[in-house]
């Protein structure tokens, strides 16, 4: 049972557009959600997050939105740019309730060109 | 740097040795956790500790076994490697004042 899903593999966009990565999930115990970014033979580097009693973080080029509701978080990326080029992983987490392990998703390769 | 160290980096191992995977860190965090990264699959936690001594299962734990005799090493045994236990493996750890974890370069492990 898949309990963070990222339904996109992969995801292509030209340098200065916008990149939108897009994520659902399924247990109403998630209170936090997070972003990581992932070089090849690198570990996942933490991006941003965002907790369940916000709808929007806002960090530079990036932003998270969270729908309740829909249960689907999203990350916006402007201007994209080549270095972000990378394997996106987004997870979630029962913070307050079960310790915080992270549940992640399948990740998206985001390729942004020049 | 998060002060996470994993040993070996890369290690190759024959079907049925038992393999021990560690992870070392410097910032004294009290949670620790070991992923798999398997390609259409992400990160799939293996187990995860919460102090010393004190371990849990993960999503995926069939296999596996760990050990935590001292807040900074996280160990990671496979008792009897399989070819489906090829994988990149990542330890995490994290402190008590937020969510977010941080993680190691990863091991990639082949078992032939």
């Known amino acids: 049972d898949q309990q963070v899903k990222q339904n996109s593999p992969s995801l292509s966009v030209q340098e200065g557009r916008i990149s939108i990565l897009n994520c659902d999930y399924t247990?109403?115990?998630?209170?936090?959600f997070l972003w990581y970014k992932k070089y090849p033979a690198e570990g996942p580097t933490f991006l941003i997050s965002?907790?369940?009693?916000?709808d929007k973080n806002e960090d530079g080029r990036f932003t998270v939105f969270l729908n309740k509701s829909a249960k689907h978080l999203s990350l916006h990326i402007v201007p994209s740019q080549p270095g972000d080029s990378a394997v996106y992983f987004c997870?979630?987490?029962?913070?307050?309730?079960?310790?915080?392990?992270?549940?992640f998703g399948q990740g998206t390769e985001l390729s942004v060109k020049p | 740097d998060a002060g996470i160290t994993q040993s070996p980096r890369h290690k190759v191992t024959e079907t049925g040795t038992p393999v021990t995977l560690r992870c070392h860190q410097t910032?004294?965090?009290?949670?620790m956790y070991w992923y798999r990264q398997d390609p259409g699959h992400g990160l799939r936690l293996i187990h995860y500790?919460?102090?010393?001594?004190?371990?849990d299962k993960g999503e995926v734990s069939d296999g596996y076994s760990v050990s935590r005799s001292k807040t900074e090493d996280f160990l990671l045994t496979l008792e009897s490697a399989t070819s489906s236990q090829t994988s990149v493996y990542f330890c995490?750890?994290?402190?008590?004042?937020?969510?977010?974890?941080?993680f190691g370069q990863g091991t990639r492990l082949t078992v032939v």
């Open positions: 500790s919460y102090g010393v001594k004190d371990t």
């Open positions: 997870a979630a987490s029962a913070y307050y309730n079960q310790g915080g392990k992270l549940i």
């Open positions: 910032e004294n965090h009290r949670y």
């Open positions: 965002i907790s369940s009693i916000k």
């Open positions: 995490a750890i994290r402190g008590t004042e937020g969510p977010e974890a941080f």
């Open positions: 247990n109403s115990m998630f209170d936090y």
